[in-house]
Antibody
Framework: EVQLLESGGGLVQPGGSLRLSCAAS????????MSWVRQAPGKGLEWVSA????????YFVDSVKGRFTISRDNSKNTLYLQMNSLRAEDTAVYYC????????????WGQGTQVTVSS | QTVVTQEPSFSVSPGGTVTLTCGLS?????????PSWYQQTPGQAPRTLIY???TRSSGVPDRFSGSILGNKAALTITGAQADDESDYYC??????????FGGGTKLTVL
């Protein structure tokens, strides 16, 4: 059974940093691209970032470029999202997601972790 | 900037059929956009229904189907049930690793 368990969310002041983690199990982690998707309170889903299966290619939505970094440790079956220079508009539930094929299609989702940016 | 469009809301009668669409503010959706569809109920994580236009995710009943209709991607639900009342999101792959979600459709079953 595929399981994705996010951690690392919390309350942070504007300008601060957080690192989210996603522990994966139930599939061969190193064979699949992974993504982060967020959902602000009362809003829709927003694709944030993706990383190839090897970690050699990374992709970001324009609003987080230069502030967020995505990485993975295939030996630990873990995905990361390093978030720096956080803004109030980054407040959201952040979901870890597994790609079905390539980087485009998600087939499994984690339960999400809440990130709140506020003073 | 390209916007992915969805109907803000839709309603269907129990047992009925409904087709939700996913378009582009400029241009036509094709299989090259690898359209996917997700269902979300309040307070829950999304659930994948369809990816790569028409591939049903594991465990998804066959009354959910995906297709390209005209210049849009489409999600058709046949034999609608009360627990299909949810928000439905599509996502399109724009190339270069970038995906964009639509704004979502709130489906009411009544």
């Amino acid at each position: 059974e595929v399981q994705l368990l996010e951690s690392g969310g919390g309350l942070v002041q504007p300008g601060g940093s957080l690192r989210l983690s996603c522990a994966a199990s139930g599939f061969t982690f190193s064979n699949y691209a992974m993504s982060w998707v967020r959902q602000a309170p009362g809003k829709g889903l927003e694709w944030v970032s993706a990383i190839s299966s090897s970690g050699g290619s990374t992709y970001f939505v324009d609003s987080v470029k230069g502030r967020f970094t995505i990485s993975r440790d295939n030996s630990k079956n873990t995905l990361y999202l390093q978030m720096n220079s956080l803004r109030a508009e980054d407040t959201a539930v952040y979901y870890c997601a597994k790609a079905a094929t390539g980087v485009a299609a998600i087939d499994y989702w984690g339960q999400g972790t809440q990130v709140t940016v506020s003073s | 900037q390209t916007v992915v469009t969805q109907e803000p809301s839709f309603s269907v009668s129990p047992g009925g059929t409904v087709t939700l669409t996913c378009g582009l503010s400029s241009g036509s959706v094709s299989t090259s956009y690898y359209p996917s569809w997700y269902q979300q109920t309040p307070g829950q994580a999304p659930r994948t229904l369809i990816y790569n236009t028409n591939t049903r995710s594991s465990g998804v009943p066959d009354r959910f189907s995906g297709s390209i209709l005209g210049n849009k991607a489409a999600l058709t639900i046949t034999g609608a049930q009360a627990d299909d009342e949810s928000d439905y999101y599509c996502v399109l792959y724009m190339g270069s690793g970038i995906s964009v979600f639509g704004g979502g459709t709130k489906l009411t079953v009544l």
